[in-house]
Nanobody, 124 residues
Framework: QVQLVESGGGLVQAGGSLRLSCAASGRAFSSYAMGWFRQAPKKEREFVAGINRSGRNTYYADSMKGRFTISRDNAKNTVYLQMNSLKPEDTAVYYC?????????????????WGQGTQVTVSS
């Protein structure tokens, strides 16, 4: 089992940047592929980015590609989401999640463990 805690959210102006962190504890962090998801008010939770166990392979939702970067530091048991060129439509609660497979998935149903989320608000 793994526990996940997100941090780094906040209020930022459009065009700005934020870096989210997700610290893991419990079972070996490197055993999990990781993903970031987000949920805006009155919308379904959606996939943002994923990274495999080693960190060598990443994948993104089309609308985030080129603006967001997912990375991980297995020595620090942490996964990151660097978000640049933020837009008001990026406003959401951002969640990290752990998947007990090598590659992870774009489907939230595949993930086994979730953090509590961190709020990101982008003002226009």
């Amino acid at each position: 089992q793994v526990q996940l805690v997100e941090s780094g959210g906040g209020l930022v102006q459009a065009g700005g940047s934020l870096r989210l962190s997700c610290a893991a504890s419990g079972r070996a962090f490197s055993s999990y592929a990781m993903g970031w998801f987000r949920q805006a008010p009155k919308k379904e939770r959606e996939f943002v980015a994923g990274i495999n166990r080693s960190g060598r392979n990443t994948y993104y939702a089309d609308s985030m590609k080129g603006r967001f970067t997912i990375s991980r530091d297995n020595a620090k048991n942490t996964v990151y989401l660097q978000m640049n060129s933020l837009k008001p439509e990026d406003t959401a609660v951002y969640y990290c999640a752990a998947d007990d497979t090598t590659w992870g998935s774009r489907s939230l149903e595949k993930y086994d463990y979730w953090g509590q989320g961190t709020q990101v608000t982008v003002s226009s």
